[in-house]
Structure formats: structure tokens, C-alpha cells
Nanobody, 116 residues
Framework: VQLVESGGGLVQPGGSLRLSCAAS????????MSWYRQAPGKEREVVAI????????TYADSAKGRFTISRDNAKRMVFLQMNNLKPEDAAVYYC??????????WGQGTQVTVSS
């Protein structure tokens, strides 16, 4: 049972990145998936959520209009497209799922740095 994130890196303000999360070991298609982030000295915060069946998405105010969460159930992957990145978006981004009996499952995280 694991989540593996990828796609982070260094980008200039105004740039874009697409994060990916590969899931294994649980029933992905029926699981609500989330992206969180944690900046140095700050608490981990939710960025975006995507439901399993309806595909309904929810975003933090800071992400609305700039970030898009999506999923590919056939490939067992969830994505976070981030556009118009700002320095305050710099953080470690984590993929997350809440599983029955196992609780919260986190990936190892992927670093996003926004700097000129």
C-alpha cells in the first residue's frame, strides 16, 4: 500500500508544474484522493480534493483558479496541475488518501520551489 509522488522541481514565479501521484495496494477507483502541502515552519494544509465516483473537486482558496486536480482511475494516478505559481506556493507536496482500517496514507512528498 503506497503513494509515490513525482513532478516537483524549481520553477520561476508565473510558471507551471504538474505533479503526479501513483497509487498501489488499495482500491483506487473508490477512494477520495487529496493533495496537501507543507512549507517550512508551517502546518500541513490541504490544497485540493477529488472524489472517487463523481469526480467532484474541492480547492483551498489559495489554489482556486490556478490549480487543477484530476485522476486517471485506469492508471491509478492522481495529478495536480499548478499554473501561475507564486513564491508562497513553495512547499513539499504530498498525495493523500484515507483508507478504511489503515487510516491516513501519505506519500514521501515532492519538493516544489518557486524562485527567480
Amino acid at each position: 500500500v503506497q503513494l509515490v509522488e513525482s513532478g516537483g522541481g524549481l520553477v520561476q514565479p508565473g510558471g507551471s508544474l504538474r505533479l503526479s501521484c501513483a497509487a498501489s495496494g488499495f482500491t483506487f477507483s473508490t477512494s477520495r484522493m487529496s493533495w496537501y502541502r507543507q512549507a517550512p515552519g508551517k502546518e500541513r494544509e490541504v490544497v485540493a480534493i477529488i472524489d472517487s465516483s463523481s469526480g467532484t473537486t474541492t480547492y483551498a482558496d489559495s489554489a482556486k483558479g490556478r490549480f487543477t486536480i484530476s485522476r486517471d482511475n485506469a492508471k491509478r494516478m492522481v495529478f495536480l496541475q499548478m499554473n501561475n505559481l507564486k513564491p508562497e506556493d513553495a512547499a513539499v507536496y504530498y498525495c493523500n488518501v484515507l483508507l478504511p482500517f489503515l487510516g491516513m496514507l501519505w506519500g514521501q512528498g515532492t519538493q516544489v520551489t518557486v524562485s527567480s
